[in-house]
């Protein structure tokens, strides 16, 4: 069934809505305008390496092929832990990354460093919490160059390197081209899988027989704006898309949600219902992307020797706490991503419950790959279990430049959040022009103790964070790349955010 959407005049549109970029634009829609002015739902469609020596150069010769020889990083754009029937989706519609966690290891409580693109994307390039490695969405802040690139890492010990990066805010000028032989992004808009697939693809079709290459596929899908595949708006039998009336309708009830006072909950109910089937139909889509590289990886011949990682740079919100989107807060709908290894040395079924964080993903695959960590990068292996069990007693410290926050019927717009997730309970410090705010909440709501409801102490929070090193690295963003964003809906450059 094709979907009809309404225009302006309240008349059918012969389109292809799902096909068709934007529809759900802030431009577009008056709730999702309304986000943009106020919250970061707005943000969605809106919301070095130092030379590293390879281990063989230094080691005689060894007729025995590498344990490793492939390493390929998948990360899925917005995808929250449990949209995956591995990890208890009711409607699964991810055969394949399920498929994936079957054959090697999951791990339950992962934690991504931050609720946005930029801060977490760079810490599972880097290794490092987003006040170490300096892109956390501020002042045009980007990458420090000073800090290791685990890319870079492979590069320096021969390893081919290539990115494929269909989120168009990850652009090479932030720093995350280092590292990369190839580094491919997409120019102005919210490509689909299929482009940087396709691209991925051919790169792997060039490389030589034993030629070790470390491969970084950015899927963007289930990101908004929402365009599912028609094959997975039949599969997730859509409806059609609210007209401008419904969304109208949507907005006035909002706005009286959040301010507390009586409101339309039918209204409320219909769209987030709606946006989550969107959002379950693209995350099949990306299901569907990933068996397309896996079948192109699997015809180069066995995989015996590649080692194959699968996570989410952060989740997404649907008014658990408020909110719609990401880049906002720091609760477990917008932090708990999946974490799925496959590989020579990693567990087959295994399922891991101890909370880890995915930034530890970069060393933990150096090492596994043998491959020499770059000067100023922590060793790390998630795959050991004494090590993750010692890991337990510290905090994992979560980081926000700015995002939004809902307390007492006004939406805040903190300077920063500052969040530890320690014992199942994330304890979030938010500073507010005014004044300095908390929260406490359980990490993992299903998994949590009761008595994990507790707050911690916010002193303690603060006490982490003044720890880290903070680059300096603020120089402004190019013309060109702030003209990109701000076509993009994003508003990060020169200017304070929002
Ligand atoms: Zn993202």
């Given at each position: 069934?094709?979907?009809?959407?309404?225009?302006?005049?309240?008349?059918?549109?012969?389109?292809?809505?799902?096909?068709?970029?934007?529809?759900?634009?802030?431009?577009?829609?008056?709730?999702?305008?309304?986000?943009?002015?106020?919250i970061?739902?707005?943000?969605?469609?809106?919301?070095?390496?130092l030379?590293?020596?390879?281990?063989?150069?230094?080691?005689?010769a060894?007729?025995?092929?590498?344990?490793?020889d492939a390493?390929?990083?998948?990360?899925?754009?917005?995808?929250r832990?449990?949209?995956?029937?591995?990890?208890?989706?009711?409607e699964?519609?991810?055969?394949?990354?399920?498929?994936?966690?079957?054959?090697?290891?999951?791990?339950?409580?992962?934690l991504?460093?931050?609720?946005?693109?930029?801060?977490?994307?760079?810490s599972?390039?880097?290794?490092?919490?987003?006040?170490?490695?300096?892109?956390?969405?501020?002042?045009?802040?980007?990458?420090?160059?000073?800090?290791?690139?685990v890319?870079?890492?492979?590069?320096?010990?021969?390893?081919?390197?290539?990115?494929?990066?269909?989120?168009?805010i990850?652009?090479?000028?932030?720093?995350?081209?280092?590292?990369?032989?190839?580094?491919?992004?997409?120019d102005?808009?919210?490509?689909?899988?299929?482009?940087?697939?396709?691209?991925?693809?051919?790169?792997?079709?060039?490389?030589?027989?034993?030629?070790?290459?470390?491969?970084?596929?950015?899927?963007?899908?289930?990101?908004?704006?929402?365009?599912?595949?028609?094959?997975?708006?039949?599969?997730?039998?859509?409806?059609?898309?609210?007209?401008?009336?419904?969304l109208?309708?949507?907005?006035?009830?909002?706005?009286?949600?959040?301010?507390?006072?009586?409101?339309?909950?039918?209204?409320?109910?219909?769209?987030?219902?709606w946006?989550?089937?969107?959002?379950?139909?693209?995350?099949?889509?990306?299901?569907?992307?990933?068996?397309?590289?896996?079948?192109?990886l699997?015809?180069?011949g066995?995989?015996?020797?590649t080692?194959?990682?699968?996570?989410?740079?952060?989740?997404?919100?649907?008014?658990?706490?408020?909110?719609m989107?990401h880049?906002?807060?720091?609760?477990?709908?917008?932090?708990?991503?999946?974490?799925?290894?496959?590989?020579?040395?990693?567990?087959?079924?295994?399922?891991?419950p101890?909370?880890?964080?995915?930034?530890?993903?970069?060393?933990?695959?150096?090492?596994?790959?043998g491959?020499?960590?770059p000067?100023?990068?922590?060793?790390?292996?998630l795959?050991?279990?004494?090590?993750?069990?010692?890991?337990?007693?510290e905090?994992?410290?979560?980081?926000?430049?700015?995002?939004?926050?809902?307390?007492?019927?006004?939406?805040?717009?903190?300077?920063e959040q500052?969040?530890?997730?320690?014992d199942?309970?994330?304890?979030v410090?938010?500073?507010?022009?005014?004044?300095e705010?908390?929260?406490s909440?359980?990490a993992?709501?299903?998994?949590?103790?009761?008595?994990?409801?507790?707050?911690?102490?916010?002193?303690?929070?603060?006490?982490?964070f003044?720890?880290?090193?903070?680059?300096?690295?603020?120089?402004?963003?190019?013309?060109?790349?702030?003209?990109?964003?701000?076509?993009?809906?994003?508003?990060?450059?020169r200017?304070?955010?929002?």
């Amino acid at each position: 069934m094709q979907p009809t959407r309404l225009n302006q005049a309240g008349r059918a549109r012969p389109t292809r809505p799902w096909a068709h970029a934007g529809w759900i634009t802030a431009e577009r829609v008056p709730f999702a305008r309304v986000l943009l002015a106020r919250i970061p739902l707005a943000r969605i469609p809106l919301a070095l390496g130092l030379a590293a020596a390879s281990l063989s150069s230094c080691q005689p010769a060894d007729p025995t092929p590498p344990a490793v020889d492939a390493v390929v990083v998948v990360v899925v754009d917005t995808l929250r832990a449990d949209a995956l029937g591995a990890y208890g989706a009711a409607e699964a519609v991810t055969p394949t990354m399920d498929a994936l966690a079957e054959e090697g290891t999951l791990f339950e409580r992962c934690l991504a460093t931050s609720s946005w693109t930029w801060p977490s994307t760079a810490s599972l390039l880097t290794g490092k919490l987003p006040p170490e490695h300096g892109l956390i969405g501020k002042d045009g802040s980007s990458i420090s160059p000073d800090v290791p690139s685990v890319a870079a890492a492979f590069q320096s010990a021969g390893w081919a390197t290539a990115a494929f990066v269909a989120n168009p805010i990850m652009d090479a000028e932030l720093g995350f081209g280092r590292g990369f032989d190839v580094w491919e992004g997409t120019d102005d808009s919210w490509d689909h899988a299929a482009i940087p697939l396709e691209r991925a693809k051919a790169w792997l079709a060039e490389r030589q027989p034993g030629e070790a290459f470390f491969l970084y596929v950015h899927l963007v899908e289930p990101h908004s704006p929402y365009r599912p595949s028609a094959d997975s708006v039949a599969a997730l039998g859509l409806s059609t898309p609210p007209t401008d009336e419904d969304l109208g309708a949507v907005t006035r009830a909002y706005n009286l949600m959040i301010k507390g006072a009586p409101y339309d909950e039918a209204a409320i109910d219909d769209f987030v219902d709606w946006r989550r089937r969107c959002y379950a139909a693209e995350v099949r889509d990306a299901d569907l992307a990933i068996g397309d590289l896996l079948e192109a990886l699997r015809r180069r011949g066995p995989m015996d020797r590649t080692l194959l990682a699968l996570t989410s740079d952060h989740g997404e919100e649907f008014l658990e706490h408020g909110l719609m989107g990401h880049g906002g807060q720091l609760y477990p709908e917008s932090v708990h991503v999946p974490l799925i290894l496959t590989g020579p040395g990693i567990a087959a079924g295994a399922r891991i419950p101890e909370r880890v964080e995915n930034r530890l993903l970069g060393p933990t695959l150096l090492g596994l790959a043998g491959v020499q960590r770059p000067q100023g990068l922590a060793a790390a292996n998630l795959t050991d279990g004494e090590e993750r069990g010692l890991r337990l007693d510290e905090p994992s410290l979560l980081h926000l430049g700015n995002g939004g926050w809902i307390e007492g019927g006004e939406y805040l717009i903190p300077d920063e959040q500052q969040g530890m997730a320690a014992d199942g309970v994330v304890t979030v410090r938010a500073r507010v022009k005014g004044g300095e705010r908390a929260a406490s909440h359980r990490a993992f709501d299903a998994a949590s103790p009761p008595e994990a409801a507790a707050p911690k102490d916010v002193d303690q929070v603060a006490s982490e964070f003044s720890k880290l090193r903070r680059p300096s690295n603020t120089a402004p963003l190019s013309e060109e790349l702030e003209r990109k964003l701000r076509g993009l809906g994003y508003n990060l450059g020169r200017q304070e955010p929002r």
